[in-house]
């Protein structure tokens, strides 16, 4: 039965985010009653918002609120480079180092039997599907400009749009975890076969650890470090 009492709903409602215990939950929940109305609004009106406008870019799965997010839409992204990452926050991270300027492909999720989930849970046909002949070009969104119109800023140096748009290289970029492993020899074994560059991040990355937490110069070294497959 839930609690009809509001301050308690609230709080509730905070403990269940990761890493909120009942603690912090009831300090957020009394800082939102301390503040003025309309900082609750926006609060209220943020959350509403963020789970009805944005949903998976239909090309690479990153989450954003378009039809395409900005990074497969951009003029200056490699296409021939795909990064695959376990979730947005991890995408994120490598952003953040400003060290690789290729696309992405976001999994939301890594294969672990342990726990159920399988390939067909993840996106991984979706990344197949980009590499595909014609398959891969750049996403154009209303009143976007030719999308051959600045291959050269992409570092493509006047090859041809097929060129342009052709994978060569799959960079695995899932954590050194059980299940992130796992996932990495899953997708070589699909990969492989297909004639496509494939290597993996260098295991600067600790052991065990979430890629979403690796300080950025660790993660530039695991990039630029990477090990073919």
Not at 101 to 111: A, K, N, P
Request: aromatic fraction near 4%; include cysteine; hydrophobic fraction near 35%.
């Amino acid at each position: 039965m839930k609690p009809t009492d509001p301050i308690t709903r609230l709080v509730n409602a905070f403990a269940r985010l990761p890493g909120v215990g009942e603690r912090t939950a009831s300090r957020l929940a009394f800082f939102i009653l301390s503040q003025p109305a309309e900082i609750a609004g926006e609060l209220a009106e943020a959350l509403v918002e963020i789970k009805q406008k944005v949903g998976m870019c239909q090309r690479c799965c990153n989450l954003t609120d378009a039809t395409f997010c900005s990074i497969c839409t951009s003029p200056r992204r490699r296409r021939d480079i795909i990064c695959v990452v376990e979730n947005t926050p991890d995408l994120r991270a490598i952003e953040n180092t400003g060290e690789f300027r290729g696309t992405y492909h976001v999994l939301h999720g890594l294969i672990s039997p342990l726990e159920g989930v399988g390939p067909d849970d993840v996106h991984i046909m979706e990344l197949l599907q980009r590499l595909e002949p014609g398959q891969n070009a750049r996403c154009v969104l209303p009143g976007d400009a030719d999308p051959s119109a600045d291959a050269q800023s992409a570092g493509y140096d006047g090859a041809d749009a097929d060129q342009e748009d052709r994978v060569t290289e799959i960079i695995i970029a899932t954590s050194p975890s059980i299940d992130g492993e796992a996932t990495s020899l899953y997708l070589s074994r699909l990969i492989r076969p297909l004639g496509v560059r494939l290597t993996r991040i260098a295991s600067g990355v600790p052991i065990g650890s979430e890629l979403e937490y690796t300080d950025k110069s660790t993660l530039s070294r695991a990039l630029s470090e990477r090990r073919l497959l």
